[in-house]
Structure formats: structure tokens, C-alpha cells
């Protein structure tokens, strides 16, 4: 039963940085998901993967994993690369890409 002490990505659908900023603390799963025969839906018989715990910082999150005794595995966020562009990029003379119109 190891946790995964990360920060959370921005998702496709988002354009700002909310719910990027706190480390979460979730356990990775001891046992597969199974599809229910008769309804279809998806289940586990792992219990903690329904606990997510979040916290402002990293070293608090590594606090509480080594007060609780839990080995954790830490990942480091990447660095995330800021691509400026404009509409007007898309008109540009020297453009790169063709226009497939």
C-alpha cells in the first residue's frame, strides 16, 4: 500500500491554474478494477483508492505520510513551458505549417 505524494496537472478543459497549486496524497492501487457482468459499471475491492488527501505543501504532505507510517513515493512537478501565441500567428507570411484550406 504506497501513496503517491504529487501535484495535480491542469487538465485539457482548463485555461487557468486552479486546483494545480496543493500536493495530493493517494494511495496506488493494490488490486485491479473489475467490470460488473450484469450492469456494466466499473468496481474495485481496494478501498483506499477512494482517499485523497490534500495539503498546501509538500513537506507537509511527507510529514503525514512518515507520522502515519505510509511509504510514499514523491513525484516532482515538471516545469510547464509557456507557448505564446496569437490569432494573428495563424496568418503570418513565413508561417511553417500549411493552410488546409
Given at each position: 500500500?504506497?501513496?503517491?505524494?504529487?501535484?495535480?496537472?491542469k487538465t485539457a478543459m482548463q485555461s487557468g491554474t486552479a486546483r494545480t497549486k496543493r500536493w495530493?496524497?493517494?494511495?496506488?492501487?493494490?488490486s485491479p478494477r473489475e467490470v460488473e457482468p450484469l450492469m456494466g459499471w466499473t468496481s474495485s475491492r481496494d478501498m483506499t483508492s477512494q482517499v485523497r488527501l490534500t495539503f498546501a505543501t509538500r513537506e507537509e504532505a511527507i510529514?503525514?505520510?512518515?507520522?502515519?507510517?505510509?511509504?510514499?513515493?514523491?513525484?516532482?512537478?515538471?516545469p510547464r513551458q509557456l507557448v505564446r501565441k496569437s490569432y494573428s500567428d495563424n496568418f503570418m507570411y513565413g508561417r511553417v505549417g500549411v493552410w488546409t484550406h
Amino acid at each position: 500500500m504506497v501513496a503517491r505524494i504529487y501535484r495535480p496537472t491542469k487538465t485539457a478543459m482548463q485555461s487557468g491554474t486552479a486546483r494545480t497549486k496543493r500536493w495530493v496524497l493517494d494511495y496506488e492501487p493494490a488490486s485491479p478494477r473489475e467490470v460488473e457482468p450484469l450492469m456494466g459499471w466499473t468496481s474495485s475491492r481496494d478501498m483506499t483508492s477512494q482517499v485523497r488527501l490534500t495539503f498546501a505543501t509538500r513537506e507537509e504532505a511527507i510529514a503525514y505520510a512518515k507520522r502515519n507510517r505510509i511509504p510514499y513515493k514523491l513525484q516532482e512537478p515538471r516545469p510547464r513551458q509557456l507557448v505564446r501565441k496569437s490569432y494573428s500567428d495563424n496568418f503570418m507570411y513565413g508561417r511553417v505549417g500549411v493552410w488546409t484550406h
